[in-house]
């Protein structure tokens, strides 16, 4: 798909990319493929895969970091972020899932807006248009998750658990997750909104593929979301 958006060139290299990994081997590789022309540092966390992720994460060029066991994706996200902290050199931090849903293009516009706005937060939402159909089920789930997001935190978002975001340094620097399931999607909004730095939310396109459905995210997940938010 075109994008009015140009590539970085070269990569990008104050802008690393976080993709929390676990058992994705058949797609990760693409994945990475379509991030190292726009981002130099690719960050993969395999938390605990048992089916070559890791290896084809390598491969594909990314810096791999691991956990020995799941400890679910919360914490292979934090464990991202802190890698990414470590290097002076990281500016921003854009978090990318592992599974091909979220395209390149709207992680670039993402942080186009932030460096052209000076915003330190940039949520992507795929409510801010019609683009992307998750269906009526996921469609109801995802709008409850919301909001119970958004009594929870000072935050006013439409699209409260999308894995795509873009977070500057300084607000990095305030992400202490201590939820590892699904829950961390609304621990992290609310951490983000304690930093009281200027945020936005960009429209995006989640691409729900004959691989995803297979494994059966389009209403699982959504389901583990709810349950998390209710026990967390």
Known sequence: MSSSVPAPSPADPRAWVVIPLYNEASVIGGVIEGLKPHFTHI???DDGSSDGSAAEAAAAGAHLVQHPVNLGQGAALQTGI???LAHAEC???VTFDADGQHRVEDALGMLQLAR???VAIVFGSRFLDDRTNPGWMKKV???TAVWVTNLTTSLKLTDAHNGLRVIRRDAAQGIELKQDRMAHATEIVLELGRTRLPWKEYPVELLYTDYSKAKGQSVLNSVNILVDLVVR
């Open 43 to 45: 960050v993969c966390v």
């Open 91 to 93: 500016d921003y931090i």
């Open 82 to 84: 802190d890698f990414a």
């Open 116 to 118: 052209d706005e000076d």
């Open 141 to 143: 789930i995802l709008k």
